[in-house]
């Protein structure tokens, strides 16, 4: 990348045996004012959020600690909707992807570094990104680096598609930072302990909006069911609280 020069939003030739390609480089960096271990408990929080209505689910499908290292590595699957224009959806681009993401957290060097890549769509378009928060300035200061790399495989139009992808990328990297800003604004008013019962209470709200919506596909029977047993769980969770 340094051989491209200074500029934040770079095009770089990669060559491979067939041809040469373009391949669209994008460039981020940002200074959180809070020590790495604030700013990295927000970042498990944020999703849902209000910035990135386009993630629908997150799921983590495999976690480990690293016996050698001491880090802690967790893959998880993003899906997410997208909105690609009809000239995209006419070649075969599809409305939604899942992406596969790996974290690795070392708390010791107190760094984390984020590694993801789109399995849907992968054969016309593939964004390669990484992202590290590292402790600075004797961890008053958090650093925030992502990088991307945006190649597309489909002929005619692959700098369309690239300069495209490249677009949508920079908007939600930027609504991406903003959400970070505002979780790690709540972390600071509210404490760990408090901004973990905003979040819970968040994803109650959810489940519950979920299961709402759930109810046009039921029967009369089936809803009577349903408004028994959540009635039952409502007061089982009272009666256990007046217990205590």
Not at 23 to 42: G, I
Not at 69 to 88: D, F, K, Q, Y
Not at 117 to 122: A, C, E, L, Y
Request: glycine content about 4%; overall charge negative.
């Amino acid at each position: 990348l340094a051989a491209c020069g200074p500029q934040s939003l770079r095009l770089c030739p990669t060559t491979n045996n067939e041809h040469t390609k373009m391949v669209k480089f994008f460039l981020n960096r940002h200074t959180f004012e809070l020590p790495w271990e604030s700013v990295t408990n927000a970042w498990w929080q944020k999703y849902p959020n209000q910035h990135s209505l386009q993630v629908t689910e997150v799921d983590i499908i495999d976690r480990r600690l690293d016996p050698t290292t001491g880090e802690l590595i967790t893959r998880r699957l993003i899906s997410a909707g997208l909105n690609p224009p009809r000239w995209m959806s006419a070649i075969g681009f599809p409305d939604s992807c899942y992406c596969l993401e790996e974290t690795s957290v070392n708390p010791r060097g107190r760094r984390l570094v984020l590694k993801s890549v789109n399995v849907t769509g992968s054969d016309l378009l593939q964004i390669q990104e990484t992202c590290e928060y590292k402790s600075v300035d004797n961890n008053e200061k958090c650093v925030y680096e992502q990088s991307a790399a945006i190649t597309s495989f489909v002929p005619l139009v692959t700098d369309a598609i690239e300069q495209y992808s490249l677009g949508i990328h920079t908007e939600k990297a930027t609504k991406g930072l903003n959400a970070m800003e505002e979780l790690c604004e709540k972390y600071v008013k509210l404490g760990q302990d408090g901004f973990m019962e905003i979040l819970n209470t968040r994803l109650n709200t959810i489940e519950l909006i979920t299961d709402l919506q759930n109810l046009r596909d039921f029967g009369i029977h089936d809803l009577t069911q349903w408004a028994s047993k959540y009635t039952q769980e409502l007061f089982s969770k009272h009666a256990t609280a007046a217990i205590s």
